[in-house]
């Protein structure tokens, strides 16, 4: 089994739909979690952490499940702009070992 | 500057050229790395610096060579490379072991081995 997994995707989806994507991870040690965003032919870009209350910015929302071992990014209101891979990111072993997921790709249609 | 700054921002060598990769990092981070991401897979952790300390190679083939000369610099030497090495090169920085475990990405070396 993978230590990260996403949604194979691609999700093509209009603007303004609410779209969810979801990272499992294996390793129940994991400690920390963060979503990034890679725009094509560009450097990967922090997102936003993961906290295990959930949290949101704006239009997104992310959420931990320890018990699970499942994470998910919730994007609102998607814009045109919001087109791009995003990627599952779980460290462990105290910051020694960082895990990318596949990525997920979107593309938000007009 | 500000951020992790690589270059150069394209590169093409041929497959007996020797070339170095070069990353510099303005955030006060004691860990860095190299990233190798080729089109359509995702990024494969290559080396792991942790205060100029090699930590992490991944089974990465001898034709790359990284350096790690202080904690702000990190270089990846290439020679006798072959065309499947072309890809996407990213640097990235990081705070290790202090909480603050974000990833700063530079904007990569593309490179094509003709």
């Known amino acids: 089994r993978k230590e990260v997994e996403q949604d194979p995707g691609p999700f093509n989806v209009p603007e303004g739909a609410t779209v969810a994507f979801n990272c499992t991870y294996s390793n129940s040690a994991s400690q920390s979690f963060f979503w990034y965003r890679q725009d094509c032919r560009k450097e990967p870009k922090l997102l936003m952490s993961?906290?295990?209350s959930g949290n949101e910015d704006g239009r997104f929302t992310a959420q931990l499940n320890r018990a699970s071992q499942y994470i998910s990014l919730l994007i609102r209101d998607s814009k045109l702009s919001d087109s791009a891979t995003y990627l599952c990111?779980?460290?462990?072993?105290?910051?020694?070992?960082?895990?990318f997921g596949p990525g997920t790709r979107l593309s938000v249609l007009p | 500057e500000t951020g992790v700054t690589q270059t150069p921002r394209h590169l093409v060598m041929g497959m007996t050229n020797k070339k170095s990769l070069k990353c510099e990092q303005h955030l006060g981070h004691n860990a860095m790395y190299w990233y190798k991401q080729s089109a359509k897979k995702p990024l494969e952790l290559m080396f792991v610096y942790n205060f100029k300390e090699q930590t992490e190679n991944n089974s990465v083939p001898s034709r790359f060579s990284p350096e790690c000369p202080n904690s702000s610099h990190l270089f990846l030497h290439l020679h006798t490379l072959q065309p499947e090495d072309s890809a996407l090169y990213l640097c990235?920085?990081?705070?290790?072991?202090?909480?603050?475990?974000?990833?700063?990405f530079g904007s990569g070396t593309r490179l094509t081995v003709v």
């Open positions: 990235a920085s990081s705070q290790y072991k202090t909480g603050d475990y974000g990833y700063t």
């Open positions: 990111v779980v460290i462990d072993n105290y910051g020694q070992n960082f895990v």
């Open positions: 993961v906290y295990s």
